[in-house]
């Protein structure tokens, strides 16, 4: 069974960055789609940034991050990240890692996913 394990978040100044670390164990046959979604309280969990594993399709991130969140991953250490920078108070949020079956063509079998235990991320000045 895949499991995803979460690096901590913390607490970051306004401007400030952070990176996000998410582990993948356990066997995984073919592509995956690995994300990262965040969450603040009474809202709808909001997908972030999707990078796709087997695939040439560029990773997508919302347009709330864009320019500003890097996702990458190092297939060597099965390892997932989401590098934050020029932080600001409205990325406070409880972030999610995810993984979902993936396919060759950049295909997310949504509603999947696994997700990571999630991990807290403050931004404040």
């Known amino acids: 069974q895949v499991r995803l394990k979460q690096s901590e978040g913390g607490s970051v100044q306004i401007g400030g960055s952070l990176t996000l670390s998410c582990e993948v164990s356990?066997?995984?046959?073919?592509?995956?789609?690995l994300a990262w979604f965040r969450q603040i309280p009474e809202r709808q969990r909001e997908r972030v940034a999707v990078?796709?594993?087997?695939?040439?399709?560029?990773?997508v991130y919302a347009d709330s991050v864009k320019g500003r969140f890097t996702i990458s991953r190092d297939p060597d250490t099965n390892r997932f990240y989401l590098q934050m920078n020029s932080l600001k108070p409205e990325d406070t949020a409880m972030y999610y890692c995810?993984?979902?079956?993936?396919?060759?063509?950049?295909?997310?079998?949504?509603?999947?996913?696994?997700w990571g235990q999630g991990t807290q991320v403050t931004v404040s000045s």
């Open positions: 995810a993984a979902v079956p993936g396919s060759s063509w950049g295909f997310c079998q949504w509603g999947q996913e696994i």
């Open positions: 356990g066997p995984t046959n073919g592509p995956l789609c």
């Open positions: 990078l796709y594993t087997g695939s040439q399709t560029s990773p």
